[in-house]
């Protein structure tokens, strides 16, 4: 069983940043592979950003792409989504996922193994 809290979401205006941590349980974590996803009201939940067990692979959603950066801390069991430039369309709620079967780097929602609660990010304009 892996348990996964995020944190760090939040308010901010268009422009702003915030980071998202999300710490995992288990003695294991640095062989998960681990994503951040999120979800606006009515909307599917669709992939942000992904990150290989090793830290060394990352794919990233197009919308995201040089403005939002994944990373991971295997010592400290914790990823991260820093998210720069943030715009209004942003808004969602944002989870953490990780995959406990050993791929290399997974992108697909149905794929993942574990979730967190969710981390709300609002975006004002």
């Known amino acids: 069983q892996v348990q996964l809290v995020e944190s760090g979401g939040g308010m901010v205006q268009a422009g702003g940043s915030l980071r998202l941590s999300c710490a995992a349980s288990?003695?294991?974590?640095?062989?998960?592979?681990m994503g951040w996803f999120r979800q606006a009201p009515g909307k599917e939940r669709n992939l942000v950003a992904a990150i290989s067990w090793s830290g060394l692979r990352t794919d990233y959603a197009d919308s995201v792409k040089g403005r939002f950066t994944i990373s991971r801390d295997n010592a400290k069991n914790t990823v991260y989504l820093q998210m720069n430039s943030l715009k209004p369309e942003d808004t969602a709620v944002y989870y953490c996922?990780?995959?406990?079967?050993?791929?290399?780097?997974?992108?697909?929602?149905?794929?993942?193994?574990?979730w967190g609660q969710g981390t709300q990010v609002t975006v004002s304009s």
């Open positions: 288990g003695r294991t974590f640095s062989r998960y592979a």
């Open positions: 996922a990780a995959d406990v079967s050993s791929s290399p780097i997974v992108t697909a929602v149905g794929e993942y193994d574990y």
